[in-house]
């Protein structure tokens, strides 16, 4: 009898357990509200209720769970480090907890890093030995792939793209403080604030507080030319960043997800624009696949699925992929967020 695997996506607002197959099929998902608020151990205890849920009713083997939550976490302790979002889940023994509950290997990951897993396994770097992923939403995540294996640090914390620092205008800033939702949204108020002429005011009625990451990108893709120029910043900044990745790694593919890439060419082509500008040879980009991600809003599940076939990530992927059924074409094509 096959084994299945365990997958469990949490989040601020959600809590989602699955039940797959090693093809990374999902055979049952639940949902429920996290209710942060609530403190963290009723958090852990409506974690552990939802994968009593999708957990086999016979005596199916399970292979083990894959926790994906907001970082940072330590995936070689199993801690959940200091996750936004969660209310008072400090320094949480999680994947302890949830080993001791259930009796079964338990394996927790950054969910910007296991999407990166869940990408190369099946999505847009489908096969690629050397991956990164960003997402672009509420803020700037990552995940490394490099030789086949997930990119942790020595203590699990590497990877954190989004907080690379950078000099912007003569201060020190971060990509994400420049170019994630909030940013944009931050830099269109300033602009309207300084007199600047926009559709944006009218979309929020006056209210320059209701402006988002997300009014900015629609007005950009209605043409508006103050929404674009804020869109074309954020490219060639996160382009920029890019290069230094690629330098660093020389990866053959790099997945852009999260709300803010929805804009699609309006922030893709700056960004590969700055990529050609900046990088040190033509070596480092004539090749390189960028990709939107492909997985959608379950790219944190199949990603925790992924940690147990990798056993957290060190494994090879190749080796986990031999595991699956060749050819089964699992995740659907398409646009999607793996946005935090």
């Given at each position: ?7 469990v ?17 999902i ?7 996290t ?6 151990a ?18 199916t ?16 302790t ?14 949480v ?9 259930f009796?079964?290997?338990t ?40 030789g ?5 640090g ?25 170019a ?6 931050r ?5 309207l ?10 979309v929020v009625?006056?209210?320059?507080s ?5 009014t ?18 954020a ?21 852009i ?9 309006l ?45 957290g ?14 050819g089964?074409e ?11």
């Open positions: 009898m096959s084994d299945v695997l365990i997958s996506d949490l989040g601020g607002t959600n809590i989602r357990a699955a039940r797959l197959d090693r093809d990374l099929n055979l049952e998902r639940v949902q429920i509200p209710e942060a608020h609530l403190g963290c009723s958090t852990i205890e409506r974690i552990k209720s939802q994968v009593r849920v999708v957990m086999p009713v016979d005596d083997p399970v292979a083990g769970i894959g926790i994906s939550a907001p970082g940072p976490v330590n995936p070689r199993g801690i959940l480090v200091a996750p936004p979002n969660l209310g008072d889940c400090y320094q023994p999680l994947e302890q907890e949830l080993r001791t509950a009796g079964v290997p394996y927790l990951g950054n969910d910007a890093n296991v999407a990166a897993l869940a990408e190369v396994a099946r999505g847009a770097a489908k096969g690629a030995h050397d991956a990164i992923f960003l997402t672009i939403s509420t803020g700037i995540g990552g995940g490394i792939i490099t086949g294996r997930l990119l942790l020595h203590d699990g914390l590497g990877a954190e793209v989004g907080h690379m620092v950078i000099m912007v205008d003569g201060r020190v800033s971060t990509l994400e403080k420049e994630a939702g909030p940013a944009l949204a830099q269109a108020r300033a602009r604030e300084a007199g600047e002429k926009s559709i944006i005011r009218d009625g006056g209210d320059l209701l402006i988002t990451g997300r900015v990108g629609e007005a950009a893709q209605e043409g508006d030319a103050l929404a674009l120029s804020i869109i074309r910043r490219g060639r900044i996160v382009g920029m960043g890019i290069t230094t990745l690629l330098h660093l790694f020389n990866p053959e593919v790099i997945v997800g999260g709300g803010v890439s929805r804009v699609g060419e922030l893709f082509e700056p960004m590969r624009e700055a990529i050609k500008e900046t990088a040190i040879d033509p070596a480092y980009w004539r090749d390189l696949k960028i990709a939107p991600a492909a997985l959608g809003d379950n790219v944190s599940i199949y990603g925790a699925a992924a940690l147990v076939l990798t056993h990530g060190v494994m090879d992927i190749d080796a986990a992929s031999s595991e699956m059924t060749p089964t699992v995740f659907g094509a398409g646009g999607g967020n793996a946005g935090n």
